[in-house]
């Protein structure tokens, strides 16, 4: 049965400040909504006052989880533990597996004009979370979009159309950044089992516009759930959101900060590791 996903919630994010005095929109990863399975945080940064975002995110360290930033405008500056690094520029992706442990600092280079950008966490899976550490730097011309019929897709990850995205996952995961014309409506297929959401970014939303058409309002989040095919439209022509898919864990999340595991003894265990060095 080919059934069009609804709306299992709506939440809008709230201010936070983190990092060494960042400003941010946190979406998932408050008290209103904890985690969509394996989603454990999504962070949107998008402020034209330096004052909220130059501090950045000095040294820090992370595991168990994926962090994967999205840069829309601005730029950050990457260094890791591991060699790795790189600049951020408008359009590019940074997919950092954590894994066992990695230390990195993210600091934002431009003093002025618009920084715009995402950050999502995703819970490894028990068997995982303690996986070699790796960084995948996706440059704009590496992330195809796809255009027809008045939507407009950018496949960071996962299939769209027979599109692949660039990312190399070891968990499956689609994230598309997708624009829609007014009247115009994004389809997609999916697993049953995977959990979805999409966070409308610009614009009000609606989702399953020839059935149960429910509304998202512009910077709220809608989980999806009960069926294998998500339709969602525009209410004015531009309006673009962040649709993201995986398989839930289904398993125990233990938070720590910038860990996150199975259990609280892993997470003092993390904290141990990276006190004494041996994290990264
Ligand atoms: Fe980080």
């Given at each position: 049965m080919d059934e069009t996903r609804s709306i299992a919630r709506v939440t809008a994010g709230q201010d936070v400040v983190d990092g060494a005095g960042v400003k941010i929109h946190r979406i998932i990863g408050t008290g209103k909504l904890n985690h969509?399975?394996?989603?454990?945080?999504?962070?949107?940064?998008?402020?034209?006052?330096?004052?909220?975002?130059?501090?950045?995110?000095?040294?820090?360290?992370?595991?168990?989880?994926?962090?994967?930033?999205?840069?829309?405008?601005?730029n950050f500056r990457h260094k890791d533990s591991r060699g790795g690094g790189g600049l951020l520029t408008a359009g590019c992706v940074q997919w950092m597996t954590a894994g066992r442990g990695i230390l990195?600092?993210?600091?934002?280079?431009?003093?002025?004009?618009?920084?715009?950008?995402?950050q999502l966490w995703l819970s490894l899976p028990a068997k995982l979370k303690m996986t070699e550490p790796a960084y995948q730097h996706l440059s704009p011309d590496m992330i195809p979009g796809v255009r027809g019929?008045?939507?407009?897709?950018?496949?960071?990850?996962?299939?769209?159309k027979g599109v692949s995205g660039p990312a190399k996952n070891l968990v499956a995961a689609d994230y598309f950044e997708v624009t829609v014309d007014e009247g115009s409506v994004f389809r997609h297929t999916l697993a049953g089992?995977?959990?979805?959401?999409?966070?409308?970014?610009?614009?009000?939303?609606?989702?399953?516009?020839?059935?149960?058409?429910?509304?998202?309002?512009?910077?709220?989040l809608a989980e999806l759930a009960g069926?294998?095919?998500?339709?969602?439209?525009?209410?004015?022509?531009?309006?673009?959101?962040?649709?993201?898919?995986?398989?839930?864990?289904?398993?125990?999340?233990?938070?720590?900060?910038?860990?996150v595991m199975n259990t609280e003894e892993e997470i003092r265990q993390a904290f141990a590791d990276y006190r004494s060095g041996k994290l990264g």
């Amino acid at each position: 049965m080919d059934e069009t996903r609804s709306i299992a919630r709506v939440t809008a994010g709230q201010d936070v400040v983190d990092g060494a005095g960042v400003k941010i929109h946190r979406i998932i990863g408050t008290g209103k909504l904890n985690h969509i399975d394996p989603f454990v945080l999504l962070d949107e940064i998008k402020s034209a006052d330096p004052e909220d975002y130059i501090a950045g995110f000095p040294t820090h360290p992370h595991r168990g989880i994926e962090t994967i930033t999205y840069m829309k405008r601005g730029n950050f500056r990457h260094k890791d533990s591991r060699g790795g690094g790189g600049l951020l520029t408008a359009g590019c992706v940074q997919w950092m597996t954590a894994g066992r442990g990695i230390l990195h600092s993210e600091m934002p280079e431009s003093a002025d004009g618009l920084l715009w950008g995402y950050q999502l966490w995703l819970s490894l899976p028990a068997k995982l979370k303690m996986t070699e550490p790796a960084y995948q730097h996706l440059s704009p011309d590496m992330i195809p979009g796809v255009r027809g019929e008045g939507v407009s897709v950018k496949v960071i990850s996962g299939t769209y159309k027979g599109v692949s995205g660039p990312a190399k996952n070891l968990v499956a995961a689609d994230y598309f950044e997708v624009t829609v014309d007014e009247g115009s409506v994004f389809r997609h297929t999916l697993a049953g089992a995977m959990s979805s959401f999409v966070y409308a970014h610009t614009g009000t939303l609606t989702v399953d516009p020839e059935g149960a058409a429910q509304k998202v309002a512009e910077r709220s989040l809608a989980e999806l759930a009960g069926g294998t095919t998500v339709a969602v439209s525009g209410d004015s022509s531009g309006a673009s959101f962040l649709f993201l898919a995986s398989y839930p864990n289904n398993e125990p999340i233990a938070r720590g900060g910038p860990f996150v595991m199975n259990t609280e003894e892993e997470i003092r265990q993390a904290f141990a590791d990276y006190r004494s060095g041996k994290l990264g």
